[in-house]
């Protein structure tokens, strides 16, 4: 029968007694909390972030977020403003409408609080929601289906806005064959220069010539000026139809033709205004646009109502003579990764200097001689790793607290809380862990020694009769 002498069984229980200690001071941590989320702006040019901070003091603290974009979603960091006490009231600032960053009016955040104390824990907290508005109004909504119309002067007109909205989306689906399964939003401002500070810089000489009715400001965003005389019901069906165009036609690294986007999306309007007679009268004096220089969109304010005029004709004029379904293909062999030429003449058997002739001789002009287009062959370009936020293209402001109210708060069900405080449970990014383990690591070789010791010991003794 086997003994263990009491030298090795005191070094076993003393090392026990050790590991138990270690461990018990490893799970040691901060005590934290954090309280009164808000997230406000008081117009589309900045919103700042807060948070109320108590217990052990922190020596930093991150603001961590993701914004919905379409199908997919965009985020960064930001650093927060701690008080010197490390106690208190965190703040970090996110510009949205700077000209480095654009963020507009409608996006949906989700954000989170890293706060790191002297200590070198890292508390993380629960993830907060909410929508970005303009916190210049008093926000309403209403919501059918997938879409939601954020307002504050009209309640009927935002209806019919959000009856428009649903409509364009079902009728364009429907022809384009596209599937929209992501929420859209759309923010509904009173005409005038209400929106003004909501939009994107273009530049000052085409914002003076040009007055923009709406906009697809995201994949999921569209914004609506003013009605620009054709109605708020056709600004709304003709940016809604940017976003499903976009979902039918545009691929990771090919794109619809800028005049077959905004032709489709002017055919989905009931009234085209003065567009019918810009088209009209260059037909009559023989002045049309080459399909292929409306690939971008003009950059000339006296040539914007052809550009829409024309592209509208031309779509119409392949709906109308090929169907709906060629056209619904056309999209679908762009999304694909086959540029515009490559698309149209596959699936319609000409590309789009062909198309411009055919067209032309529809309406009764004679056909043009094109040079012949060299395809040159090349490699997708390579995208630089951007930083995370110099958000480019989704979101702008609006007073926003985490209250479930839309009145220049963002409230559509986040999760924040209006006071009570919150226990966070420390993570500290792994260093405990590591310390830790050497610990254990340095007892388990304590322990593998004495017993390795121990056995020699049993090994010379000599057997008992």
């Known amino acids: 029968m086997m003994r263990l002498t009491r030298p090795v069984v005191r070094l ?4 026990a007694a050790l590991l138990i200690a270690f461990a018990l001071l490893g799970t040691a941590s901060a005590e934290v909390q954090a309280s009164n989320f808000t997230a406000t702006s008081a117009d589309p040019s900045a919103i700042e972030f807060s948070v109320q901070v108590s217990g052990d003091p922190i020596a930093s603290a991150t603001l961590s977020y993701r914004r919905a974009s379409g199908p997919t979603s965009i985020g960064g960091d930001l650093p927060g403003e701690v008080p010197s006490r490390g106690t208190g009231v965190v703040t970090a600032t996110l510009g949205t409408n700077n000209g480095t960053a654009y963020i507009p009016v409608g996006t949906r955040f989700t954000y989170q609080w890293i706060l790191k104390t002297e200590g070198g824990d890292t508390i993380e907290t629960e993830p907060q929601e909410f929508t970005f508005l303009d916190g210049r109004f008093d926000w309403q909504r209403l919501d059918q289906g997938g879409v939601t119309v954020y307002w504050y002067a009209d309640r009927a007109l935002a209806q019919s806005v959000l009856d428009a909205s649903a409509g364009a989306v079902a009728d364009m689906s429907a022809l384009l064959d596209a599937n929209i399964d992501f929420p859209i939003t759309v923010v509904l401002y009173s005409g005038g ?3 003004l500070a909501a939009q994107q810089p273009r530049g000052g000489v085409y914002d003076e010539l040009s007055r923009t009715g709406g906009t697809r400001v995201a994949p999921d965003i569209v914004h609506v000026y ?4 054709l109605g708020w019901e056709d600004i709304t069906r003709h940016e809604i139809t940017h976003v499903v165009t976009a979902e039918a036609g545009d691929g990771p690294f090919t794109k619809m033709p800028s005049w ?7 055919y989905a309007q009931s009234n085209k205004g003065t567009r019918v007679a810009a088209v009209e009268a260059a037909i009559a004096g023989d002045n ?3 399909l292929r220089n409306l690939n971008a969109p003009v950059n000339r304010a006296d040539q914007i109502e052809l550009f829409y005029g024309q592209s509208w004709r031309v779509v119409e004029y392949l709906i109308d003579t090929y169907g709906g379904d060629k056209m619904a293909e056309l999209l679908a062999t762009i999304k694909a990764g086959n540029t515009a030429d490559q698309a149209f003449q596959d699936v319609y058997g000409f590309d789009q ?3 411009y002739n055919e067209w032309r001789v529809s309406v009764g002009l004679e056909p043009i001689e094109f040079a012949p287009v060299v395809q040159a062959t090349t490699t997708a370009p390579t995208e630089a790793t951007r930083a995370p936020l110099t958000l480019p293209t989704s979101v702008s402001a609006g007073s926003s607290s985490s209250n479930g109210s839309t009145s220049g708060t963002t409230g559509d069900g986040g999760s924040g809380d209006s006071g009570a405080d919150v226990e966070v449970s420390p993570d500290d990014g792994g260093n405990g862990n590591v310390v830790t383990a050497a610990i254990i690591g340095a007892v388990t070789l304590v322990l593998a020694g004495g017993l390795g010791f121990f056995g020699l010991k049993l090994m010379r003794a000599k057997p008992q009769a």
């Open 193 to 195: 220069d209400s929106g």
């Open 260 to 266: 077959l986007d905004e032709g489709l999306a002017t």
């Open 226 to 229: 003013d009605s620009l005389g």
């Open 288 to 290: 049309t646009l080459r």
């Open 353 to 355: 200097d062909g198309l």
């Open 12 to 15: 076993v229980g003393g090392a």
